[in-house]
């Protein structure tokens, strides 16, 4: 079955930097666009950041330019290098595999997240 382990998250000053992974397995994940998402208190899941098969990359607009979405397909593993952070980017990240052209998340299950709290 699909699996979706997340890590990396953690306390941050404002300004900070933090660096997620995100391990995969149960699929074949170079054939995924994958996605990163994130969650924060009383808000609904929202898209962060995509990158597909064959590299190209698309973000929300909240982050572009501040984060970077890589990916290693011989590892199975997704990155978010996330930089300059704000207050308004704490939330737990989710990792999943995205529908082709979209900011949907494709499985129904995910991972158990990694909180980012960002202190201002």
């Known amino acids: 079955q699909v699996q979706l382990v997340e890590s990396g998250g953690g306390l941050v000053q404002a300004g900070g930097s933090l660096r997620l992974s995100c391990a995969a397995s149960?699929?074949?994940?170079?054939?995924?666009?994958m996605g990163w998402f994130r969650q924060s208190p009383g808000k609904e899941r929202e898209f962060v950041a995509g990158?597909?098969?064959?590299?190209?990359?698309y973000y929300a607009d909240s982050v572009k330019g501040r984060f970077t979405i890589s990916r290693d397909n011989a590892k199975a593993t997704v990155y978010l290098q996330m930089n300059s952070l704000k207050p308004e980017d704490t939330a737990v990240y989710y990792c999943?595999?995205?529908?082709?052209?979209?900011?949907?998340?494709?499985?129904?299950?995910w991972g158990q997240g990694t909180q980012v709290t960002v202190s201002s």
């Open positions: 999943n595999a995205v529908v082709a052209g979209s900011t949907t998340p494709h499985f129904s299950s």
């Open positions: 149960g699929y074949i994940f170079s054939f995924y666009t």
């Open positions: 990158i597909t098969s064959g590299g190209d990359t």
